[in-house]
């Protein structure tokens, strides 16, 4: 059984041992940067001719040409309806409730005008073309599709460019059946840092985006992050992570395998709960050490939990309410009995799955909100993924004559103030 850290809000040492078990750090070594570099250069300066080399290499098949990598609309609609019953409907459920929330989040046009007949306001629009970026190694995620495609598709982006990797030439049929029901327009067989080289830059068959989003390992994390300026990034995020507040009267059955919920992902997952009952710890630790050995990922969920899990003994709901802000998780679970009232307290949170009932997976997968959300404390200053991500806004400004007179003599005074003559005689011809 893992030996999970026991740590306590009164300990002197407690922020020093808090900071050492959130310490991640996202930066690739030079190996990794050296690599993703060499591929970013192939990519740009030879194309499709890298793309089939660099997929050939690392997913270990050989594409007949640059048009065997596109995967044609047919077969992710195939794909959609040789899927078993169940599977597709689930799909389809997930999609309608999170394109039901996405609605909501629709930036609209806005304009006023002045008393002297200017208009101000702000024009709203959706990005030409975004890629999405879709792990296929060692899992493949369709709710990654869903969460990432819909929002895009809600926010009006008139082309979606989805890679996903094929390790040995095999596609995943749920993926390509989340394509074909998220609305992707075209979908190619390529993954890791070339794909999102391709995606950036463009080669003869891949058109360049305005937007990459999507999770990837290290590699196509780094590349990301080397293209951001070519083009947008939603974020460059670190292992998946979650926060838990209890008030010991939630079944710890129920708070263990949340836990493992998240400690499943991979070994350097982060799963942590704060009680301010210290039976109640002791209590989930049982239910750890009873459940773990019922889970197919046992040994990556105990290697995570002793590694960066903890059990956390707070003072008492506002010490604990103190910590999550502080931590700014992912995921923050309020398992209490007034859910709302806690989450007033919280600052820092990406997603936050409020009462008993309210398990985070659902989250993940259906509940609606997206789970793309900032990980390893970005929550301070970051929100999660939406359809706000897919549109840019542009200032609109129109000044009638009264309006630019008025506004002319206080252009001036600045303009001279700072040396910018052309500025100033710009603003007062307007004036005159």
Excluded at 112 to 130: A, C, I, S, W
Excluded at 290 to 297: G, H
Excluded at 399 to 421: C, D, I, Q
Aim: aromatic share 6%; net charge negative; with cysteine.
């Amino acid at each position: 059984m893992p030996n999970i850290a026991r740590l306590s809000t009164a300990d002197a040492d407690f922020a020093a041992r808090l900071d050492a078990l959130l310490a991640w750090e996202s930066v690739s070594d030079r190996s990794v940067q050296r690599t993703v570099d060499d591929i970013i250069d192939a990519v740009r300066s030879r194309g499709d001719a890298a793309l089939i080399e660099l997929t050939a290499r690392f997913d270990r098949w050989q594409p007949a040409s640059a048009a065997a990598l596109a995967i044609p609309g047919a077969r992710l609609a195939q794909a959609a309806e040789t899927i078993p019953l169940a599977q597709r409907d689930a799909l389809a459920a997930a999609a309608e409730r999170i394109r039901a929330y996405a609605a909501h989040q629709k930036l609209q046009d806005w304009s006023y005008h002045e008393p002297d007949g200017t208009l101000l306001g702000q024009k709203v629009t959706p990005l030409d073309r975004v890629g999405l970026y879709v792990p296929g190694g060692k899992a493949a995620y369709p709710s990654s599709v869903l969460m990432n495609a819909i929002p895009a598709k809600v926010a009006g982006v008139p082309e979606l460019v989805m890679v996903v990797p094929t390790p040995d030439g095999e596609l995943n049929e749920l993926v390509l059946a989340a394509a074909h029901i998220a609305g992707v327009d075209k979908t190619f067989a390529i993954g890791g840092a070339q794909a999102v080289a391709a995606l950036a830059y463009g080669t003869e068959h891949v058109p360049a985006c305005d937007k990459i989003v999507g999770p990837g390992n290290i590699y196509v994390a780094t590349a990301k992050r080397a293209v951001f300026g070519q083009v947008g990034i939603d974020m460059v995020a670190g292992p998946s992570e979650i926060l838990i507040l209890c008030d010991g009267d939630t079944d710890p059955d129920w708070i263990a395998m949340d836990l493992f919920s998240q400690a499943e992902h991979d070994e350097d997952a982060q799963s942590i709960l704060v009680a301010w009952d210290a039976d109640y710890l002791d209590r989930v630790a049982a239910s750890i050490d009873k459940l773990l050995p019922t889970l197919e990922r046992r040994d990556i969920i105990a290697t995570a939990l002793q590694d960066r899990g903890a059990l956390v003994l707070a003072r008492d709901m506002d010490d604990a309410a103190d910590v999550a802000n502080r931590i700014a998780p992912e995921h923050l679970e309020l398992s209490v009995a007034d859910p709302q009232a806690l989450a007033g307290k919280i600052r820092n949170a990406g997603a936050i799955f409020m009462g008993r009932h309210t398990a985070e997976a659902l989250g993940d997968y259906c509940a609606g909100p997206n789970h793309v959300l900032p990980t390893s404390g970005t929550a301070r200053f970051s929100s999660p993924l939406g359809v706000y991500d897919f549109q840019k806004r542009s200032s609109l400004i129109m000044a009638s004559p009264a309006g630019a007179a008025a506004l002319a003599r206080t252009a001036s005074v600045l303009a001279r103030g700072e040396g910018l003559t052309a500025h100033a005689r710009s603003a007062e011809y307007r004036g005159e």
